[in-house]
């Protein structure tokens, strides 16, 4: 009796079910890649951001402040319109420069600081005050796991006084 050539029915099941195996991680890992990839663009447009306040002040010779909303899902860079008026909260001594929201109103920093930056780069608190001593900031951004309280990923942005910066992976 001659053996016939081809596949039995398990054999092609099998082969299904690990072409949907790997197909499945594929995708996970692909959808992580891009989270994490839209996570690192978000920190490096505050990285941008900070850098286009520090040439606002330098350049205008005014405060450029950064101001966080509450919720920590936005911040404003808020630029001093007269150089004689000081940076209050009074919204009439500054004019919103540009307004930023990374996740689409999802919650990704938490922070206690606003701060403000000079035209010679010196961090100080928002509102400034005549007078009041520069200060450091610290900022932590996050993104959390689909919608539960668990944190995915993490960075942790120091502004120094002198308006260094320093960038920590902390997950």
């Known amino acids: 009796m001659k053996k ?22 594929g995708i996970n890992m692909g959808r992580s890649a891009v989270q994490r990839s839209m996570f690192t663009a978000a920190i490096n447009q505050f990285v941008a951001d900070f850098s286009l306040a520090r040439q606002l002040a330098s350049r205008e010779n005014r405060y450029v402040a950064i101001d966080f909303d509450a919720d920590g899902t936005s911040y404003r860079l808020l630029v001093q319109k007269s150089i004689q008026t000081p940076l209050t909260t009074d919204a009439n001594s500054y004019r919103v ?35 009041s001593s520069p200060i450091s900031v610290t900022i932590n951004f996050f993104r959390k796991k689909g919608k539960t309280d668990t944190i995915d990923y993490q960075r942790t942005i120091t502004i120094y006084p002198s308006g260094g910066i320093k960038i920590e992976n902390t997950k």
């Open 97 to 131: 420069n540009k307004t930023v929201v990374p996740y689409n109103g999802e919650t990704f920093l938490n922070s206690a600081d606003d701060f403000a930056v000079n035209s010679r780069g010196v961090v100080r608190a928002f509102p400034v005050v005549a007078g």
């Open 4 to 25: 016939k050539n081809g596949f039995t029915i398990i054999e092609l099941l099998v082969t299904i079910a690990i072409i949907g195996i790997i197909t499945v991680i």
